[in-house]
């Protein structure tokens, strides 16, 4: 630590920091634009000045940009003196030149940084009166809005976009007072992580345009703290209603899960949740018609599903986009023995095995903090950007650990960003991945084995072969053997190596990252290796939890097939998405009675007999476990109008009492969730009756809001079951960083004030961790059993890919994603392509399988293999995995259109 | 629902011919990194096409596997890599301090009268586009201006009608 003197008083500060940040870690007030937490400093808007004395007998001083300065031991500086707050005046007043006057209709207004920082630096008036600079502004896609005069050249946009993201098509054009930073052409914004620009961007130069186009200030935003349910890393949001509606969904701080960032998926995916679609009444099939339900007939309908009331045997089935509390009521409801996986076959026997996995004591499941400090990768099958984005956004950090190993070495301090990246050029530590086809992340991989999924499996046990020195686990061709030594010396070199798989490909892959970690682990001295085994879905591995191993949907179809049970209660869940459709349709139809509670209509609930509208995630409490083990809550944001309960309330008795006893219920009842209460918050931090608002301090209009109703501002919707209140009256929680929605602090109006809530910048919050890792790792276990064998039937061997944008049910029922997506394809290598007489585009056929699929010819496929994107309509598990194809002439409906991979093959080729 | 058109821009790329093929090889022998190239690259086919169309820009980034937002940063920087279809001749018009001193607001109206353009415009027939410049480093003889790759000092509108005459001659 380093002593230093900040305007006469003395701090004690951490020397491997920049002085801007020691002194935000400290709780003081000085301006900055283009530092940011997660990206360093490289001075660039002079904003963060201030004066530094030679010794305590200096009375001048000279200017220093506190972002570019190394505290060191008896530093004397002031931020107070008037030649600093002079210079940061006249430095924002030149920002400001061209900026516009338009705060009251730019959607940043209210909580914007350049707001706050020119209040802060006491620039109050303009003197420029000459012409301002103006430019022409893009269209940047479905996501982004792009106001280029509001822009004051910070370069945050291209530091976040191309240097933390990874993107390519962002750039800092022109120079002097013509900057301008957009694409080479109008076009949309092709990363994934494209949404945080509107977080990062100071002023409202990047805006959110689902947001703009039912917008409202961020004062009058009813937020509660929220799980982002589009994957199963579980990152924290806090999405915003107003007039009943969701308006956007923005990023809440959690220090070991997504820290200042989301994926588009996650930012932009929440559009379903207002959709007219919406089921809003519960409703009877009558024949061809549904029939609106009354309480009772929902009550008495409900009490003949019950176990307890009912001779016939009923059947639950679950779902992994549901909480754990809709799964756990319906699992009461049913029993346990009749309680069912809703995930696919496949899925479901991974799951059970990342769950076996996640209690071994030979690993440990990073979070994404964690995963931000491996310094050897390897990806075992995963397309993590599009299976659990937010994860590779976090190994692009991880592959830059050597270039800070470089800065170190060359003792430039981590925070010299430019520096930094001058110094490592392209050194980056290894990231090798496994995979059917060249992924998202080719451009930061040092090696990339592209071949199909069972000659992957043999070469994942080479690697784990070679680590724990058994050479007869070798079985690659001659030319692989250098490419399994090389990977299996980085991993075993490396000061914290990750392995990461997945259950995208299925089990085998799973089994044979578990086996490398685990030589891994042999091979050193110093504890659980870092395995991360990520599940599709938000609450994947609560599910698997909640059910037995036997309990598949197979199994739960083949109950109702063969008439050994015949009701079942479906939740939240499409079936048709998760089985053949042949056994979904035969298991439905001789179901006596079926109940399905969902959001929106699906094939499933077109073939329910009852059908009960349940909330979206915003409109009820529960909580999910993520892809560690993390169990997290969601908080209720806003209520839904129509006659939706959560799924937990339709299905358990207790519904007045809140999700409280449920989930005490549920931890007491299930092995392995016992410290599942520990997410709840602490009631005794609450006094005088008052709860957490869940509207802003400075929240208007609630009169207005109303007025076409009546004049009379109506009585506040009480909230009996929560310790949030829908209303501004109350305090906000000093204890619990749980249920802090979001941050504000005098001052600070915008995001950036989330560092006066932080321990230290980019620390934990001040009010505590949220989230609680529910898995005990005590388990010992041993090498597992890897199936590489090829199925030979056919000529083309399968893979699957998944997208950002389809491949989560729910997202992509919302407009904006549909912009977004594609339809079914099969990637194949140009040569079984020619062999065909198959174009890119072009429609394509499987023998026996009833599918049209558009051609996508790319140069990484092996020949003999393909990759499969299935998009909703597809009867996806009727896939076998090996398939013969022909070109077809009918016609696609999406196509490929929009599809961005790196080795797609020019049209012409 | 049709999707928008994403980043396929590469198959409006010019293809390079050989000649600036031959020359962005040899300066990719003096460099380490690709990305070193793109200002080279730029500068070789703006030599031999006289301006860096989005085409030709594409071709480059193509060829040199760069991001083509990058190499835009890169052209748009330079106010000398011209991304709109110059005149035969460029002139790059010094009105700096020397030249200022030396009267170079004269010269320039008498440019403008000639020629009938001011800056940033070509006339009409393509020959000459008139090019602000903020030093060409021959202060002594101020007033300066480059017409193409030749330099023209101590100008007077006598001399200036001269080099125009010439010029368009050639």
Redesign the interface.
């Known amino acids: 630590m380093a002593k230093i003197v900040i305007d006469g008083v003395d701090y004690e500060v951490n020397p491997d920091n920049n002085l801007l940040q020691e002194c935000l870690s400290q709780g003081l007030d000085l301006p900055y634009f283009c530092w940011h937490p997660c990206m360093g400093s490289v001075g660039a808007c002079r904003q963060c000045a201030v004066i530094q004395y030679r010794d305590e007998d200096d009375d001048k001083g000279m200017l220093v940009m506190a972002c570019m300065t190394p505290p060191t031991d008896g530093m004397i500086i002031s931020i107070e003196d008037e030649q600093a707050k002079s210079f940061r005046s006249n430095v924002i007043e030149s920002l400001m030149i061209s900026h516009p006057h338009d705060c009251p209709v730019c959607e940043e207004g209210g909580e914007c940084h350049l707001q706050d920082m020119t209040l802060m630096s006491g620039h109050n008036y303009r003197r420029y009166d000459k012409e301002k600079v103006t430019h022409r502004n893009q269209y940047l896609g479905p996501f982004i809005g792009h106001e280029m005069n509001r822009c004051i050249t910070c370069y945050r946009c291209v530091r976040y976009y191309d240097d933390y993201a990874g993107g390519t098509d962002l750039s800092a054009q022109a120079s002097h007072h013509h900057v301008y930073f957009g694409r080479h052409e109008e076009g949309v914004l092709e990363s994934e992580f494209s949404g945080n620009l509107v977080e990062v961007c100071p002023t409202g130069v990047f805006t959110d345009r689902t947001f703009s186009e039912n917008y409202t200030r961020k004062w009058d935003l009813q937020t509660a703290p929220s799980i982002c349910t589009g994957c199963a890393v579980g990152c924290n949001t806090t999405p915003g209603e107003r007039y009943g509606t969701l308006r956007r969904i923005t990023n809440r701080y959690n220090s070991d899960v997504n820290g200042y960032f989301l994926c588009d998926r996650g930012r932009f995916g929440y559009g379903y949740s207002s959709s007219d679609q919406r089921f809003a009444d519960p409703l009877q099939r009558k024949n061809e018609t549904a029939e609106i339900m009354d309480d009772s007939a929902v009550q008495s309908m409900l009490d003949g599903f019950s176990s307890e009331n009912t001779s016939v045997t009923t059947i639950g089935i679950g779902s992994p986009r549901a909480s754990t509390e809709a799964n756990y009521a319906l699992r009461c409801l049913v029993g346990a023995d009749n309680f069912f996986s809703g995930m696919s076959d496949e899925e479901f026997e991974s799951a059970n095995l990342i769950l076996q996995l996640n209690k071994d004591k030979a690993f440990h499941s990073p979070s994404i903090r964690e995963i931000e400090q491996a310094d050897a990768i390897l990806i075992v099958g995963e397309d993590v950007t599009n299976t659990a984005p937010r994860i590779a956004l976090a190994l692009r950090q991880s592959v830059r650990n050597k270039a800070m190993e470089l800065a170190d070495q060359s003792r430039i301090p981590r925070w010299q960003d430019a520096a930094v990246r001058e110094l490592a050029q392209h050194d980056r530590s290894p990231l090798s991945i496994l995979s059917g086809y060249k992924t998202r992340l080719d451009d930061v991989a040092d090696d990339e084995i592209i071949d199909s999924i069972p000659r992957l499996a043999s070469f994942a046990q080479a690697i784990a072969g070679s680590l724990s020195g058994k050479a007869e686990q070798i079985q690659v061709e001659d030319g692989q053997v250098a490419a399994v030594e090389k990977i299996a010396e980085q991993l075993k070199s490396a000061k914290r190596p990750l392995v990461i798989a997945g259950s995208s490909q299925g089990a085998e892959l799973i089994k044979a990252a578990a086996n490398i970690a685990r030589a891994l682990g042999e091979s050193r001295a110093d504890g659980a290796i870092d395995l991360c085994l990520l599940t599709p879905e938000v609450n994947s591995m609560g599910m698997a939890m909640l059910s037995t191993e036997e309990n598949s949907l197979g199994a739960a179809l083949e109950k109702l097939r063969s008439g050994e049970a015949s009701k079942v209660v479906i939740v939240e869940n499409d079936l048709y998405r998760r089985a053949p459709h042949g056994l979904v349709d035969e298991a439905l139809e001789k179901a006596e009675q079926c109940l399905v509670i969902d959001q929106l209509p699906t094939a499933t609930t077109a073939k329910a007999d009852f059908v009960l509208p349940c909330t979206a995630f915003a409109e009820q409490e529960s909580s999910y476990i993520n892809y560690e083990g993390r169990a997290q809550l969601s908080f209720q944001v806003h209520r839904n109008h129509a006659r939706a309960k959560s799924s937990w309330q339709w299905l358990s008795a207790a519904t007045e009492e809140g999700i409280e006893s449920l989930m005490h219920d549920c931890a007491d009842a299930v092995p392995g969730l016992a410290k599942l209460c520990e997410i709840l918050p602490d009631k005794s931090q609450f006094v005088g009756g008052m709860k957490v608002p869940r509207q802003s301090h400075r929240y208007s209009g609630r009169t207005a809001m109303k007025s076409h109703l009546g004049v009379h501002e109506p009585k506040q919707a009480v909230d009996s079951q929560s310790v949030m209140s829908f209303s501004m009256e109350g305090i906000s929680s000093q204890k619990d960083a749980s249920i802090l929605a979001s941050s504000w602090s005098p001052q600070w109006n915008s995001n950036q004030s989330i560092s006066k809530f932080q321990s230290e910048v980019n620390g934990e919050l001040k009010q505590g961790h949220t989230g609680k890792l529910v898995m005990e790792r005590n388990a010992e276990g041993a090498y597992l059993e890897v199936s590489v064998s090829e199925d030979s039937s056919a000529e083309l061997q399968l893979s699957r890919a998944h997208q950002i944008f389809g491949s989560d049910e729910l997202s992509s029922r919302s407009s904006v994603i549909k912009q977004r997506m594609v339809g079914s394809y099969l990637g194949i290598s140009e040569e079984d392509a020619r062999s065909k007489r198959i174009r890119q585009g072009d429609s394509i056929a499987i023998v026996g399988v009833e599918a049209s699929l558009s051609a996508c010819i790319r140069s990484s496929i092996k020949n003999g293999s393909a990759v499969i994107y299935c998009d909703e309509t597809m009867d996806s598990h009727s896939l076998p995995r090996s398939i013969n194809i022909s070109k077809s002439n009918n016609e696609v409906q999406t196509g490929i259109k929009g599809l961005i991979i790196s080795d797609l093959m020019d049209e012409d080729n | 629902?049709?999707?928008?058109?994403?980043?396929s821009?590469?198959?409006k790329a010019r293809q390079l011919n050989a000649e600036e093929i031959a020359e962005i090889e040899h300066e990719m022998t003096l460099y380490p990194?690709k990305k070193a190239v793109g200002l080279e690259a730029l500068k070789i086919v703006q030599k031999h096409q006289g301006w860096v169309s989005?085409e030709s820009?594409l071709g480059i980034a193509k060829y040199l596997d760069l991001?083509?937002?990058?190499?835009?940063?890169v052209a748009?920087?330079?106010?000398l890599v011209f991304r709109q279809p110059v005149g035969d001749n460029v002139i790059l018009f010094c009105d700096s301090v020397s030249c200022w001193i030396m009267g170079c607001e004269n010269m320039k109206s008498h440019i403008k009268d000639t020629l009938g353009i001011d800056y940033g415009e070509t006339t009409e027939d393509g020959k000459f586009t008139l090019i602000p410049v903020p030093c060409l480093g021959d202060c002594d003889r101020a007033p300066v201006m480059m017409v193409g790759e030749e330099l023209h000092r101590n100008l007077t509108p006598d001399s200036i009608d001269e080099i125009v005459k010439n010029v368009r001659s050639k």
């Open positions: 629902m049709t999707s928008e058109v994403i980043a821009t590469s198959s990194d989005d820009l991001p083509a937002a990058d190499l835009e940063g748009t920087f330079f106010n």
